[in-house]
């Protein structure tokens, strides 16, 4: 059984996971252009992919997804709150810049204005006023929304609209995508808890605590090979039953997002500060290696430690953490701590 890392960070997350006769992807969160170019360099051949997996729809976890499945001709598996979320996230409306909707809003609204200007009657314009506010905050609210990632940029802007960045990638013609930037080969659903299989891989999905629509981390059992791997990224704390899913793993992809230090006297905004430390945050380097002290059951031959924040970590710092953490645990040649990167992909974990 592989693990390969291609990217983990809140600019993009995606890892391919094959079996003797099965090869999935977690997450697309590259264009797909990057994705086949990371594939490439550790030899990853996408044209053998079953399926891709999505953990939420935060947009570093998505950003190839549409394009890539349709260039692979490929299902995606997701939980139906998170392919709702996601359709709703790249549908038109939704995918201009925040500052575009403000000034959409304000026409909006400027053009209710009027005609409740225009209005005779008095007590119905104050009541159509009423209902247009009322609107606009609910519009604005599925605005800002959508507009979530695990990246906090005070501007809100949208990353380049990947259809477009990605337009050489796509098989199908520009018109059509524009008419439904949702469109994917086949959409198969799972449910938290549930087990299903793909080939000869059985998946468990397990509910995570953060800020999406109905978040999932992975276990994957190969049926031949009896290895299981698991991936647990974008959590904001350890409940009971990750803590018990994360039983027998061999090759554990865990997040380890952030120093507190740092992040505290950090550059990002107080309001994202409050969310990354909130319960449907993230996990702090602390908080993996109170895992790793208490919970864990030592029984893995590798540790990745991913979705570092590249400016409230370090990479040694992460380590270090973990590496302490891990010291009472009696295996010498196992729980080898590795550290997943945002800029490349890792080279493969074959076990
Ligand atoms: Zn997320
Ligand atoms: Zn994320």
């Given at each position: 059984m592989r693990m390969t890392v291609l990217a983990s960070g809140s600019k993009g997350n995606s890892t391919v996971i094959s079996s003797a006769r099965t090869r999935v992807l977690v997450?697309?969160?590259?264009s797909c252009k990057e994705l086949l170019r990371r594939m490439a360099l550790v030899g990853e051949?996408?044209?053998?992919?079953d399926a891709i997996l999505i953990t939420h729809e935060h947009i570093d976890h998505v950003t190839g997804l549409s394009v890539l499945a349709r260039r692979l001709n490929i299902p995606v598996f997701f939980t139906e709150p998170t392919h709702r979320a996601w359709v709703r996230m790249v549908t038109p409306r939704t995918t201009m810049t925040y500052a575009k909707w403000l000034d959409h809003l304000q026409q909006e609204k400027e053009a209710r204005a009027a005609l409740v200007a225009s209005s005779a009657a008095a007590a119905e314009s104050a009541s159509a006023e009423a209902e247009a506010i009322a609107q606009i905050s609910a519009e604005a609210a599925v605005a800002c929304d959508s507009l979530r990632s695990d990246d906090p940029n005070p501007t809100l802007e949208l990353p380049p609209d990947p259809d477009e960045a990605d337009a050489d990638c796509d098989p199908v013609s520009a018109p059509k995508v524009k008419a439904n930037p949702a469109a994917l080969p086949a959409v198969e659903y799972f449910h938290a808890g549930t087990n299903f299989s793909i080939g000869d891989l059985d998946i468990t999905p397990f509910t995570i605590p953060h800020d999406a629509a109905d978040p999932c981390g992975f276990v994957f059992e190969s049926r031949t090979e009896h290895i299981r791997m698991a991936v647990a990224t974008d959590l904001g704390y350890m409940p009971p039953n990750v803590k018990a899913a994360l039983k027998g793993i061999d090759v554990l992809l865990l997040e380890s997002n952030h120093d507190l230090e740092m992040l505290r006297d950090g550059p990002y905004p107080w309001s994202v500060k409050q969310r990354v430390l909130s319960r449907v945050g993230h996990l702090s380097n602390d908080a993996t290696a109170e895992f790793l002290q208490k919970d864990y059951d030592g029984g893995a031959a590798y540790i990745v430690l991913g979705h570092l924040s590249e400016s409230n970590n370090v990479p040694e710092l992460a380590r270090l953490a973990a590496e302490q953490a891990l010291?009472?645990?009696?295996?010498?040649?196992?729980n080898r701590v590795l550290l997943a990167q945002q800029g490349a992909p890792l080279e493969s974990i074959c076990l």
């Open positions: 997450d697309a969160g590259l051949d996408p044209d053998t992919l010291t009472g645990h009696p295996s010498l040649l196992g």
